[in-house]
């Protein structure tokens, strides 16, 4: 291979490609990026950890030790709950009810939104504001603590996480809704576990604590290598004799995607068709149609994925980084292993 490219990945919450459907006219669905109400915001402060709970760092962050009690097995499974195109698992927040969150590899940091946050009764520290990095943008944060975050028999306790201080408002006046975006991010096991296994074959999740991944149980299998860049699970693709990295994101509802400049490099500035629909493109950073976005699907005749190369492949390019999600990744056994850095794809 001549050359090597390498997308920009930004450090917080990478994407929710979360699809929703609009109907009526398109004024009533203009979409806007709001601020936390103020009274909402004051909730957010009245949780507060004070100064002489919490230790500073240098640069203005958070020294925080987060506690891990997996099960004693080393090992756990837990129901997938595949919807609308991400997958869900149910997790129990400072002792609550149940509640299903996406689990996304495609972003860093697990994020809630400034109403869950209340809800469940988070620690904020609202000295610290991150501004978050999502596809569609750049909006403002406040970190936080969960005390206690539950999947299954394995619990954590002060696990820190980034509450949305901007809210995407979608039409006006009684047909005014809020998108909302709360995920749990993949530094949750990449810290934690030696590897993940999303099974979309079987609807099943399984982390691994102690015991390294065991290997592959389907008849078919693909291996390739999986780096953590900027707090994400990437891997390479190759297109003649190019590669480039791409996030493993289970996130994205989209298949492949192709950053913007990699499309150029790799003479695909124009050309292709352009992608409609009456839907919006959802995620940190504010929210897009299609059209708006500018997505459009190229078709490379041979494309390397996953160590092998796949003929007629259809690529999105479309904003932010190259990515692998859901459209492609639900076909199969997906496993990150953390400790061998490599990507296991299993299936038949």
Not at 44 to 49: D, G, K, R, S, V
Not at 215 to 242: D, E, I, Q
Not at 256 to 271: F, H, I, S, T
Request: hydrophobic fraction near 40%; charge should be positive.
């Amino acid at each position: 291979m001549n050359s090597l490219l390498f997308t920009s990945i930004p450090r917080m919450a990478l994407t929710v490609a979360a699809m929703t459907v609009l109907t009526g006219c398109a004024d009533s669905f203009a979409v806007k990026n709001e601020a936390v109400p103020a009274e909402l915001q004051n909730q957010l402060h009245a949780q507060a950890i004070s100064a002489s709970e919490i230790k500073m760092t240098a640069k203005g962050g958070m020294s925080i030790r987060t506690h891990s009690v997996p099960p004693p097995e080393g090992v756990l499974k837990v129901p997938m709950h595949y919807e609308r195109g991400v997958p869900y698992l149910k997790v129990s927040l400072n002792g609550h009810k149940p509640k299903k969150f996406m689990l996304d590899t495609g972003a860093a940091n697990s994020v809630f939104d400034a109403e869950q946050a209340v809800e469940y009764g988070l620690r904020t520290v609202p000295q610290v504001r991150p501004t978050m990095s999502g596809v569609l943008g750049k909006e403002p944060g406040m970190a936080a603590l969960i005390p206690s975050l539950q999947i299954g028999t394995w619990r954590l306790e002060n696990l820190p996480c980034i509450i949305r201080m901007q809210r995407t408002a979608v039409g006006s006046g009684i047909l005014k809704e809020h998108l909302g975006i709360s995920l749990l991010g993949v530094n949750l096991v990449s810290r934690h576990c030696k590897y993940l296994t999303l099974d979309f074959l079987e609807d099943e999740v399984e982390f691994g604590f102690t015991r390294s991944f065991p290997g592959p149980v389907r008849k078919h299998m693909h291996k390739a290598g999986l780096s953590m860049k900027h707090g994400v699970p990437t891997t390479l693709l190759k297109y003649g004799k190019l590669s480039w990295e791409a996030v493993v994101d289970s996130g994205s509802v989209f298949g492949v995607q192709l950053d913007r400049r990699v499309a150029e490099v790799l003479g695909y500035r124009n050309g292709g068709w352009n992608v409609g629909g009456n839907y919006l493109i959802t995620g940190v950073g504010g929210a897009q149609t299609p059209k708006d976005a500018n997505v459009r699907v190229l078709e490379f005749n041979a494309l390397g994925l996953f160590g092998s190369y796949y003929p007629f492949a259809q690529v999105d390019v479309m904003p932010g980084p190259s990515r692998l999600g859901t459209y492609l990744l639900e076909d199969y056994r997906v496993t990150l292993d953390f400790e061998h850095n490599l990507l296991w794809v299993e299936w038949g």
